[in-house]
């Protein structure tokens, strides 16, 4: 299989980001505020867009949102490779920080590339999330 990480439009990620995460929303739940303006990428496994994730500026910091991988192509790679890929995006910006609101169902995933927690942790829709970082 051949994959292909490229900038993609909002519109193309809405779909993925609706079925992975919010399935039992309306699809408007998943549009955050400043989708617009930011930037957004999708990893391609043959020509299928199966892994999303958004990237917004603030700052000196780069915060990552709706990241997510169709259920059918998780546990192959394609995270890693989509987090790493936003990491080396993110130093070859400039930026200093990294950071997102992540699922402590996902912590393992995250502190394996090397984020680290600095919250308590908190709630979105009854689901326990901590804020996590990395410093580049």
Known sequence: MSS???????????????KVLWPDKP???VKVEGDEEGIHFGLYEDSILVTIISLFAEGESIRFRKFA??????????????????????QENNFKRLWCDART????????????????????????????????
Do not use: C, W
């Open 69 to 90: 991988t169709l259920p059918e192509y998780q546990n192959r790679g394609l995270g890693k490779k989509m987090i790493l890929h936003v990491v080396n995006y993110a």
């Open 105 to 136: 169902d996902a912590l393992n995933f995250y502190e394996r590339v090397g984020f680290k927690k600095f919250s308590e942790p908190f709630y979105k829709e009854a689901i326990e999330y901590y804020k996590i970082e990395k410093i580049l």
């Open 27 to 29: 699809f408007e739940f």
């Open 4 to 18: 292909e990480i490229k900038i993609v439009s909002v519109q193309d990620i809405l779909p993925i980001r609706h």
